[in-house]
């Protein structure tokens, strides 16, 4: 059984926290024993994010810490799951790991390559596992499309869009996700789901170009274009959106055969030959939390009892020297930059 605290405990922690009672409920061997966070107003506010929905409140008790130090000293821990604001993932991660934890850290893996070079590092040499949250990679509507991407059940893909948008994020630790070199702005904390996703189902483009607006915040909106030689890849990233706009993300990819869309939480396959169907309501398709897959799968990593295939700590790294490479489009108008 491994022993997990949270460090950071704002708005994504909670769907960890869902995540790992999930896990206990179905026996998974990982157990939350602790949270720490440097404001003791967190453990008992619900906070509501975009993305996992409303906190319901925590299904458990747990041990809960403002100091980082006193929790090391008092807990025997074997991870820490790192859900700090973006700008301390690596400064914590590094830490961490050197001091004999295994580190699962949410994305973006860095605010650059740099910081990224320095968790790889860290993690090489101290043996332990660090592997970044990008999540897209356990979510089960993601997962159905990886799947028809590398089988061609329908063919190859000719085309895609995927977006990801909202108004900008009005929660938050002192207001980081407003402060671009804190957070990098859309690009790097909501478009880099999909430029990992991107990657992920069609690998390194061979070039990207991008177009951002400033609003509020540098960088509240970006259009993509990932170059490969035989589709046409856009994606969309918006922070821009009026903040009575809900939350939402998807996709809509073009196969020779058919064409698959999810859009409000339902994943559509409209077949070229054949009525369309709603995937995620067919009794083969099954709805998973994403963060409770995201987490089973590293403690299975840790314990040894599975390879991590999917989400190495080096394609997070990957993703986040994509997202620079988009903003050296972005601040040169649009113009190419070959990978
Ligand atoms: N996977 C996803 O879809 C997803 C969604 C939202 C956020 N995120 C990522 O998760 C991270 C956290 O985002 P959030 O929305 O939870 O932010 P947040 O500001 O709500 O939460 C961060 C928490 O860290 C605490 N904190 C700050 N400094 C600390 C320190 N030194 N020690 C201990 N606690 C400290 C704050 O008090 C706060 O509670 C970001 O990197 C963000 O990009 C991922």
């Not at 006193?70 to 820490?80: F, G, P, Q, T």
């Not at 990992?196 to 609003?215: Q, T």
Request: proline share 3%.
């Amino acid at each position: 059984m491994l022993k997990v605290a949270i460090l950071g405990y704002g708005g994504i922690a909670r769907s960890h926290r869902k995540g790992y009672e999930l896990l206990a409920a179905k026996g998974a061997p990982v157990d939350l024993v602790a949270l720490c966070d440097i404001d003791p107003e967190q453990f008992t506010k619900l906070v509501t994010i975009n993305q996992g929905g409303s906190d319901q409140g925590a299904k458990k008790e747990y041990r809960t810490y403002t100091d980082l130090e006193e929790m090391l000293a008092k807990e025997e821990l074997d991870v820490i799951d790192i859900c700090l604001p973006t700008y301390l993932h690596c400064e914590y991660a590094v830490k961490l790991l050197k001091r004999g934890y295994h580190v699962q850290s949410e994305k973006p893996m860095g605010l650059n390559p740099a910081q990224c070079a320095e968790m790889l590092k860290a993690a090489e040499e101290s043996g332990k596992k660090l592997m970044v949250g990008m999540c897209l990679r356990f979510d089960c509507y993601y997962e159905y499309l990886k799947d028809l991407v590398d089988s061609e059940k329908y063919g190859k893909v000719t085309s895609a869009v995927f977006e990801r948008l909202s108004g900008l994020p009005r929660w938050g630790y002192q207001g980081w996700f407003r402060d671009y070199n804190r957070s990098g702005g859309v690009a790097l904390d909501m478009h880099i789901h999909d430029v990992d996703m991107i990657r992920y189902l069609f690998g390194e483009p061979k070039a990207v170009s991008a177009l951002a607006l400033d609003g509020e915040v540098k960088c509240t909106t970006i259009h993509s274009r990932f170059c490969y030689d035989d589709k046409i890849i856009f994606a969309v990233g918006d922070w821009g959106q009026s903040s009575s706009c809900k939350f939402s993300a998807g996709y809509r990819v073009n196969f020779e055969k058919a064409t698959v869309i999810l859009r409000d939480g339902v994943l559509t396959v409209c077949p070229e030959e054949g009525e369309p169907f709603i995937a995620s309501e067919q009794e083969s398709f099954v709805k998973t939390h994403h963060m409770a897959e995201e987490i089973e799968f590293f403690a299975h990593t840790i314990l040894g009892d599975r390879e991590n295939d999917r989400n190495q700590p080096s394609d997070a790294a990957g993703s986040v020297a994509l997202v620079a490479k988009l903003m050296e489009s972005a601040e040169n108008n649009g113009a190419y930059v070959m990978l």
